[in-house]
T-cell receptor
Framework: DTAVSQTPKYLVTQMGNDKSIKCEQN?????MYWYKQDSKKFLKIMFS???????INETVPNRFSPKSPDKAHLNLHINSLELGDSAVYFC???????????????FGPGTRLTVL | GIQVEQSPPDLILQEGANSTLRCNFS?????LQWFHQNPWGQLINLFY???GTKQNGRLSATTVATERYSLLYISSSQTTDSGVYFC??????????????FGKGTKLSVIP
């Protein structure tokens, strides 16, 4: 069974559209994340979320919003897509660490978003 | 915020050779992870290592937190080791929250 899964794997869309990427984890973890990997392979965290708190990277435009229907899911909604949003988006999850720190992170397979 | 630097940025090895990848971080960290991104883009966690040394098969990692660096050793490299190796440092970002900062990676190519 896949531990962290994402759908779709590929997403091609026009500028200005609204799209969503889904993420599910079956590891029983408390915390989920969204990362963006740009064309230079640089990975940057966008959001982390557990049942207590949403932490947003201040550099993320407010066109991006995470939605968590339950503990096992964290979906990413993107409004008014722009060319610069083209990237690979990774979902990840971890158990909340002792003393509140992060714990070992497990990544999904990624979603390659291409905005035309 | 914390800075994470990896070296070398690129590395080409003959199959069977050994190598050491380095990760330096600019401030105290809560923890450190090593990941391998294979040529198909999948991210696989290799080690979760705040300090000390861990081994997993041909791979081992050592973190010296007091000196702010971590090393990843690959012995008897194989073509399947090719890909990008990332280290990521976990640091406290205030108000009870933590963040994970990635280095830019070391791209490893193992040739037969």
């Amino acid at each position: 069974d896949t531990a962290v899964s994402q759908t779709p794997k590929y997403l091609v869309t026009q500028m200005g559209n609204d799209k969503s990427i889904k993420c599910e984890q079956n590891l029983g973890h408390d915390t989920m994340y969204w990362y963006k990997q740009d064309s230079k392979k640089f990975l940057k965290i966008m959001f982390s979320y557990n049942n207590k708190e949403l932490i947003i990277n201040e550099t993320v435009p407010n066109r991006f919003s995470p939605k968590s229907p339950d503990k096992a899911h964290l979906n990413l909604h993107i409004n008014s897509l722009e060319l610069g949003d083209s990237a690979v988006y990774f979902c990840a999850s971890s158990q909340e660490g002792l003393a509140g720190g992060l714990n070992e992170q497990f990544f999904g397979p990624g979603t390659r978003l291409t905005v035309l | 915020g914390i800075q994470v630097e990896q070296s070398p940025p690129d590395l080409i090895l003959q199959e069977g050779a050994n190598s050491t990848l380095r990760c330096n971080f600019s401030d105290s960290v809560n923890n450190l992870q090593w990941f391998h991104q294979n040529p198909w883009g999948q991210l696989i966690n290799l080690f979760y290592i705040p300090s000390g040394t861990k081994q997993n098969g041909r791979l081992s990692a050592t973190t010296v937190a007091t000196e702010r660096y971590s090393l990843l050793y690959i012995s008897s490299s194989q073509t399947t080791d090719s890909g990008v190796y990332f280290c990521a440092a976990e640091s406290y970002s205030g108000a009870g929250s933590y963040q994970l900062t990635f280095g830019k990676g070391t791209k490893l190519s193992v040739i037969p």
